[in-house]
């Protein structure tokens, strides 16, 4: 869910996206889908990757003159495939992400072909979890593989203490969001973790 229903009512999707915060709730899906930005100016169009998009916090990669005028999602990208996301925040809807994450997973023969995952507010700026994609493939989907996914979610983060969290518990909530948010994903792919 993105925002609360004030904020769905007047804001954009890509509005959530051009702020440039590591929290918003848009960043983690448009990442596990690979989403194609297509930017207006007066000098035409351009499409870029929504990977790269987000360069340091408060700031993405569009000009003064520029606007984001449409996602693009290849129908590859998601066809056959499970996903899920989880926000933790103190007010739920309402308030700023503690921490976001989202999963997205091809499973074949009970294993992982394919895992994307993503967090806001782990880092300076929204992130793929290079590391922890890596170690699910090819992997089955068993407990120890979400283990051994949790551990490798550590070299890819990078967690402080803020004024909405310390840094132990923002670690926490990472380890236990990556659990939940791939369990559903394989759910939802037709699969299950023994």
């Known amino acids: 869910m993105i925002a609360g229903p004030q904020i769905r009512n ?19 899906p448009s990442l596990i889908y690979d989403a194609t930005l297509e930017i207006a100016s007066p ?15 408060g700031k993405v990669a569009l000009a003064a003159n520029e606007i984001l005028t449409a996602f693009h999602f290849k129908a590859e990208n998601y066809r056959n495939k499970g996903a899920a996301s989880f926000k933790y925040a103190m007010r739920d809807a309402m308030d700023i992400a503690t921490i976001g ?4 997973c091809d499973i074949k023969q009970g294993k992982f072909q394919q895992l994307k995952l993503a967090f806001g507010v782990a880092a300076p700026t929204p ?9 699910a493939r090819g992997k089955a989907l ?5 283990v051994t996914i949790g551990q490798a979610v ?6 402080r203490t803020s004024w909405r969290a310390e840094k132990e518990f923002r670690l926490h909530l990472i380890h236990t969001l990556t659990e939940r948010v791939i369990n559903l994903a394989v759910m939802r792919a037709g699969g299950k973790i023994i």
């Not at 440039?20 to 709730?25: E, H, K, R, T, V």
């Not at 068993?142 to 979400?146: F, H, K, N, S």
């Open 10 to 28: 007047v804001a954009t999707f890509g509005g959530n996206i051009c702020n440039g915060a590591p929290s918003a709730d848009s960043a983690c």
């Open 43 to 57: 000098e035409g169009s351009r499409y870029t990757s929504i990977n790269g998009f987000h360069t340091v916090p």
């Open 101 to 104: 994450c989202s999963a997205l």
């Open 127 to 135: 992130i793929h979890c290079l590391h922890a994609e890596e170690a």
């Open 142 to 146: 068993t407990r120890q593989t979400l």
């Open 154 to 159: 550590t070299h890819d983060v990078s967690q």
